[in-house]
């Protein structure tokens, strides 16, 4: 394999596959892949559309509690999306760490989406951090994954786009699911 350097910016559209296969199979690891409306591997901005149910709940009958309970939940599936796309990205397509510099530089982003969205307190950032990354480092270390991450990669690139009920298709046949 070609000597290359993980960014936070895609290499190329294989790079920007596997990151998008590590985000969907970490969604399943979560067991949040019903969220998914639709992944596109073309999109512009983000490559992966949540339902209603991911976002804010504006619902005035729900508690404060429950409300600051989704928005930490969120927050640590959006977290984990983040670790898995790097992990995807480097630990099974370059069978390499992600470089230091690359995982300081998404501590700094969580941390500040923490205390900005959900006024985390640092210790709490790290906590929920510390454990998505243990979760997705397990994950994407495990050699017998890599094949499913490899396949996974190959249908986006071929398909471009699918909807959530064809990512759970895909995901079964993978039996990832």
């Keep these: 394999m070609s000597q290359q350097t993980l960014t936070l910016t895609y290499l190329n559209e294989d790079d920007r596959a596997y990151g998008l296969a590590g985000m969907v199979i970490s969604l399943a690891s979560l067991h949040a892949a019903d969220r998914i409306v639709e992944v596109n591997l073309d999109s512009d901005g983000p490559m992966v559309e949540f ?90 270390n495990n050699p017998r994954l890599h094949p499913a991450v490899d396949e996974f990669a190959r249908v986006l690139s071929r398909k471009r786009a699918l909807s959530g009920l064809e990512i759970q298709d895909e995901l079964h046949l993978l039996q990832l699911l």
């Design 51 to 140: 339902s209603h149910e991911y976002y804010f709940p504006g619902n005035p009958t729900l508690s404060p509690k429950a409300v600051w309970d989704n928005l930490v939940n969120n927050f640590h599936i959006t977290t984990s999306m983040v670790l898995s796309n790097i992990m995807a990205r480097s630990l099974v397509r370059m069978k390499e760490e992600a470089p230091k510099e690359v995982m300081s530089e998404i501590y700094r982003e969580v941390e500040r989406e923490g205390r900005d969205t959900c006024a985390l307190e640092e210790d709490e950032i790290e906590h929920l951090y510390n454990t998505a990354m243990i979760r997705m480092r397990r994950l994407f």
